[in-house]
T-cell receptor, first 111, second 117 residues
Framework: KQEVTQIPAALSVPEGENLVLNCSFT??????LQWFRQDPGKGLTSLLL?????REQTSGRLNASLDKSSGRSTLYIAASQPGDSATYLC??????????FGKGTSLLVTP | EAGVAQSPRYKIIEKRQSVAFWCNPI?????LYWYQQILGQGPKLLIQ????????DSQLPKDRFSAERLKGVDSTLKIQPAKLEDSAVYLC???????????????FGPGTRLTVL
């Protein structure tokens, strides 16, 4: 059974810092890996999807990497802003494409 | 393109009562998912539909939870009777079906927050 773990559980940084969120998974036979953002009281917004054949994906100040062999992914956020404050979730699909999620990293960026 | 719609947004009920949630996926999305997210946890799959057929309901507590997707579009998730531990956010998601060799991005609705007293 696929287990997804995210470290740290919570993170507080001052505005402008670069930061890294970590995600690990136990079964390396994955189709892809997704990073989501969740704001309080809101649904999930997909940030980046990395296919199993890719090593990384970039969108604006976000960069996600994938190392299937070691079962790890990182989400790098450059020049953090208070608007980046949210919970970040990583997820990998099972054989039927439903997602297995980690518990998330709660990020607070202070002005 | 309109997103995934869910209603109601909030619901408060007493234990042992019943409740139903509604989801309208993005037009043309064949796959629909219901997830349960308990506070402080990541979402957990309850049931997955492909058109109007069930693909995976292995984690659905079938003694109290039921779901249907009539005509392969809208879906309803029901809980009867509710327990205190059912307090959670219920998320609906949809995606294109692109075949067995590749999966596609899932788009999530805003969720329904259920409180069972």
């Amino acid at each position: 059974k696929q287990e997804v773990t995210q470290i740290p559980a919570a993170l507080s940084v001052p505005e402008g810092e670069n930061l890294v969120l970590n995600c690990s998974f136990t079964d390396s036979a994955i189709y892809n890996l997704q990073w989501f953002r969740q704001d309080p009281g809101k649904g999930l917004t997909s940030l980046l999807l990395i296919q199993s054949s890719q090593r990384e994906q970039t969108s604006g100040r976000l960069n996600a990497s994938l190392d299937k062999s070691s079962g790890r992914s990182t989400l790098y956020i450059a020049a953090s802003q208070p608007g980046d404050s949210a919970t970040y979730l990583c997820a990998v699909p099972n054989s039927g494409y439903a997602l297995n999620f980690g518990k998330g990293t709660s990020l607070l960026v202070t002005p | 393109e309109a997103g995934v719609a869910q209603s109601p947004r909030y619901k408060i009920i007493e234990k042992r009562q019943s409740v139903a949630f509604w989801c309208n996926p993005i037009s043309g999305h064949a796959t629909l998912y219901w997830y349960q997210q308990i506070l402080g946890q990541g979402p957990k799959l309850l049931i997955q539909f492909q058109n109007n057929g069930v693909v995976d309901d292995s984690q659905l507590p079938k003694d109290r939870f039921s779901a249907e997707r009539l005509k392969g579009v809208d879906s309803t998730l029901k809980i009867q009777p509710a327990k205190l531990e059912d307090s959670a956010v219920y998320l609906c998601a949809s995606s294109h079906y692109v075949g067995r060799t590749r999966s596609d991005t899932q788009y999530f609705g805003p969720g329904t927050r259920l409180t069972v007293l």
